[in-house]
């Protein structure tokens, strides 16, 4: 090859990386500035300092919140310390988190709890709790009955399937059975950096049930939250570098059809659907970039996002609470019961607030 062929490679070359450098920081939100939006009366939760980084409630306003993760790549203020799952009530005006106890089939010291998500029995209204829990950052799904009275978990079960091989959230649909996103396809740390970098659509949304895995929904940039609609027809799921939240329809064997994406403008992580409105709340990342490259000086800032009529031709999409991270860093879910309000943080605080 001649010099001025090999000047052209270089160029063609030069330019693919500036363009995918360019759409790499507009996923990643590198290039966004915010604008705060206050909510009045709120409180950081005393108690909570290693993160909350889910959080799923029952009917009653008791809710669970997952603490102490630990990611590749990703800031932690505790990291020798096990992660936990914590239970607040939400009834109260201020909240006093207290740890579960974990029954014996789970190492407590290598316990490092992820997504969460509950399945109440309907006959004799047992609570099974969920949790991807990523020990030596692998990737299991624990199933555990909720002991209200002794504040325990009792582990019932441990899942692990090669199609379960980076879960970052479920929503549980039987004693058994779950949709899961799996966020990375690569396992690697340099490859998933490569994976976001060349903005691969690779990660996908996985059912399972004892007797039947498989893939349900492709195509996604980074599939995150997962959520399923009030009426049990719709699968909802994060796209987080993608900005979206994509509907699906879900069919009496437990595929899923496209329906829609609506663009949340931002990282939108774990999603929330509020059992009396219908409304779909996620804790949301203005600048993704900053809580893979975190600085004490530059903190990742916080986004809490309301969707309304996600099923209409206009969506609304509301920004409830946005911060620079001067008062919570990383947000990552959003919970309402009662007009009041939990945000909760991948490796932060959480802040409780009273919407009205």
């Known amino acids: 090859m001649g010099i001025m062929g090999k000047t052209t490679l270089l160029g063609v070359i030069l330019g693919f990386l500036g363009e995918q450098h360019y759409q790499f920081g507009q ?4 290039f966004k500035e915010v604008e705060p939006v206050d909510l009045p009366n709120c409180q950081l939760v005393k108690g909570i300092e290693y993160g909350s980084e889910d959080i799923e409630r029952l009917p009653n306003g008791l809710a669970f919140i997952s603490s102490g993760l630990k990611y590749p790549n990703v800031k932690s203020f505790a990291p020798d310390r096990p992660g936990e799952i914590l239970l607040v009530d939400m009834n109260d005006d201020v909240l006093h988190p207290e740890p ?6 789970v190492d407590a010291s290598s316990f490092n709890p992820h997504g969460l998500s509950v399945y109440i029995d309907e006959t004799d209204g047992t609570v099974y709790l969920f949790v991807v829990n990523h020990p030596d950052h692998k990737s299991f799904i624990e199933i555990f009955k909720f002991d209200e009275k002794q504040k325990t978990l009792l582990h019932l079960k441990t899942i692990k399937h090669p199609l379960l091989h980076s879960v970052n959230e479920i929503v549980a649909v039987g004693p058994e059975s ?7 396809y690569y396992q690697s740390t340099h490859m998933r950096f490569l994976e976001g970098f060349l903005g691969l659509k690779l990660t996908n949304v996985v059912y399972y049930s004892p007797g039947d895995v498989r893939e349900v929904a492709s195509g996604f940039y980074s599939a995150n939250g997962i959520a399923i609609s009030n009426d049990k027809k719709f699968i909802y799921a994060a ?6 939240v994509n509907v699906y329809e879900k069919h009496a064997n437990w595929s899923l059809t496209f329906v829609k994406a609506v663009d949340v403008d931002t990282c939108a992580d774990n999603l929330f659907v509020d ?5 779909t709340w996620t804790g949301a990342h203005p600048n993704l970039y900053k809580v893979f490259d975190y600085k004490n000086e530059d903190p990742p800032g916080s986004e809490v996002i309301r969707i309304q009529n996600i099923h209409s031709d206009e969506p609304i999409v509301t920004r409830v ?14 919970v309402v019961y009662k007009k009041k309000l939990i945000i909760g943080t991948v490796f932060h605080k959480a ?4 919407l009205d």
């Open 178 to 184: 779950f949709y899961a996103t799996n966020d990375h």
């Open 27 to 30: 996923r990643s939100g590198f």
């Open 351 to 354: 802040l409780y607030c009273q």
């Open 275 to 279: 059992p009396v409105t219908g409304d």
């Open 239 to 244: 796209d987080l570098t993608g900005h979206t």
């Open 100 to 105: 579960l106890q974990l029954s014996e089939g």
């Open 321 to 334: 609470y946005v911060n620079n991270g001067s008062v919570i860093q990383a947000t990552s879910v959003a």
